[in-house]
Nanobody, 128 residues
Framework: QVQLQESGGGLLQAGGSLRLSCAAS????????MGWFRQAPGKEREFVAA????????SYRDSVKGRFTISRDNAKNTVYLQMNSLNPEDTAVYYC?????????????????????WGQGTQVTVSS
């Protein structure tokens, strides 16, 4: 089992920045690709960003490219999501997730059904 705990969410005005963190425990962190997903009220959960187990490959949904940056520190068992230039459309509960590295990253990163473990989520609210 892998336990994931997100932190760093909050309420802020449009144009601001936040850094989300997701601390993992339970198994070897570097055995997992890591992803961030979000779910806004009344909407489906959607992919935001992902990073391969080594940190060598990152991926983003189009609407956050150039604004969000995902990174991981395998020594600290933590994955981060730096979010800049936030706008009200970014308001959602943000979840981190882990997928076994045995799964090909290119076929896994964007699909929530391919992830094995999930955190409880952290709320991000951006006001206009």
């Amino acid at each position: 089992q892998v336990q994931l705990q997100e932190s760093g969410g909050g309420l802020l005005q449009a144009g601001g920045s936040l850094r989300l963190s997701c601390a993992a425990s339970g198994r070897t962190f570097s055995n997992y690709h890591m992803g961030w997903f979000r779910q806004a009220p009344g909407k489906e959960r959607e992919f935001v960003a992902a990073v391969s187990w080594s940190g060598g490959t990152t991926s983003y949904r189009d609407s956050v490219k150039g604004r969000f940056t995902i990174s991981r520190d395998n020594a600290k068992n933590t994955v981060y999501l730096q979010m800049n230039s936030l706008n009200p459309e970014d308001t959602a509960v943000y979840y981190c997730a882990a997928a076994d590295r045995a799964k090909p990253y290119s076929l896994t990163y964007y699909s929530d059904s391919r992830y094995d473990y999930w955190g409880q989520g952290t709320q991000v609210t951006v006001s206009s």
